[in-house]
């Protein structure tokens, strides 16, 4: 029987270790209980399967890209309105204009920034974060754990059997976070060159259909529509590659 996603709510096989879709870990079966032995030591993470290659950019993914490149054009937005406001208000104060021409021009500036305060907090409940943004945090959150340990162990403020339990413990976390982490980094660079791939895909047909043009074999009405249409897919997919790269560049 198929499992549903906890992530992006895709149907997935029973047996999956991994979303196909988004990423996201899946939990061990119900119908396929798996048992694990006992084991003394550090552990080593369990070793994932071989996928399929990645043929196109999950739904939630780009959804996501989309919300965020929202974003960041709210937050620039905002940021040059207030610098306009800024700028007014440092009239005021310096006497260089009439107080009733300059909150003509101050009253709409801060109406504009409040409406946009508030498209800003609906967009950012939208927000999520990746996969690999997850277990990013959750390794690092690992690490501390056992930096935290090893300091409480060398000051001796820990007993040495709970130091000893409590470091299995925290070597095993941080090899799952870690192992997981590497798995969810490497599908997000393969979206991502996916979407490098699809964006000089309609680049060269954007320069093919200039040429087209030139020689006459595409006529002029022809060649506003579908120069328009490859523009904005064009304009799109630069965002969202931009986006992508900023988000990984810390990963």
Same mark, same amino acid.
């Given at each position: 029987? #198929?499992?549903?996603?906890?992530?992006?709510?895709?149907?997935?096989?029973?047996?999956?270790?991994?979303?196909?879709?988004?990423?996201?870990?899946?939990?061990?079966?119900?119908?396929?209980?798996?048992?694990?032995?006992?084991?003394?030591?550090?552990?080593?993470?369990?070793?994932? #399967?071989?996928?399929?290659?990645?043929?196109? =950019? #999950?739904?939630?993914?780009?959804?996501?890209?989309?919300?965020?490149?929202?974003?960041?054009?709210?937050?620039?937005?905002?940021?040059?309105?207030?610098?306009?406001?800024?700028?007014?208000?440092?009239?005021?104060?310096?006497?260089?204009?009439?107080?009733?021409?300059?909150?003509?021009?101050?009253?709409?500036?801060?109406?504009?920034?409040?409406?946009?305060?508030?498209?800003?907090?609906?967009?950012?409940?939208?927000?999520?974060?990746?996969?690999?943004?997850?277990?990013?945090?959750?390794?690092?959150?690992?690490?501390?754990?056992?930096?935290?340990?090893?300091?409480?162990?060398?000051?001796?403020?820990?007993?040495?059997?709970?130091?000893?339990?409590?470091?299995?413990?925290?070597?095993?976390?941080?090899?799952?976070?870690?192992?997981?982490?590497?798995?969810?980094?490497?599908?997000?660079?393969?979206?991502?060159?996916?979407l490098k791939a699809q964006y000089k895909a309609v680049r060269n047909e954007l320069s093919l259909l200039d040429a087209r043009h030139s020689?006459?074999?595409?006529?002029?009405?022809?060649?506003?529509?579908?120069?328009?249409?490859?523009?904005?897919?064009?304009?799109?997919?630069?965002?969202? =590659?931009?986006?992508?790269?900023?988000?990984?560049?810390?990963?």
């Amino acid at each position: 029987m #198929p499992r549903v996603c906890p992530n992006c709510g895709q149907s997935v096989k029973d047996t999956a270790k991994f979303c196909k879709y988004c990423g996201t870990k899946m939990g061990a079966s119900v119908s396929t209980p798996v048992s694990r032995p006992v084991t003394t030591g550090r552990v080593a993470p369990e070793r994932v #399967p071989e996928r399929a290659p990645v043929t196109e =950019v #999950p739904a939630e993914v780009l959804a996501q890209l989309e919300a965020r490149s929202q974003l960041m054009s709210l937050e620039e937005e905002d940021t040059e309105l207030l610098k306009q406001l800024e700028t007014l208000e440092k009239e005021l104060e310096e006497g260089d204009r009439s107080i009733a021409e300059l909150e003509k021009e101050i009253k709409p500036l801060q109406k504009q920034i409040k409406a946009l305060k508030t498209r800003e907090k609906k967009l950012k409940s939208k927000v999520k974060e990746y996969a690999f943004e997850k277990a990013g945090k959750e390794r690092s959150a690992s690490k501390e754990r056992l930096d935290k340990l090893e300091e409480l162990k060398e000051s001796g403020k820990v007993r040495e059997s709970v130091y000893i339990r409590l470091k299995e413990e925290y070597e095993k976390n941080l090899d799952e976070a870690d192992a997981l982490y590497q798995e969810q980094v490497i599908l997000a660079r393969e979206w991502l060159s996916l979407l490098k791939a699809q964006y000089k895909a309609v680049r060269n047909e954007l320069s093919l259909l200039d040429a087209r043009h030139s020689v006459g074999e595409v006529k002029d009405v022809d060649y506003k529509s579908r120069k328009d249409k490859m523009e904005k897919r064009s304009k799109i997919l630069g965002q969202q =590659v931009e986006i992508f790269e900023e988000v990984l560049r810390g990963f």
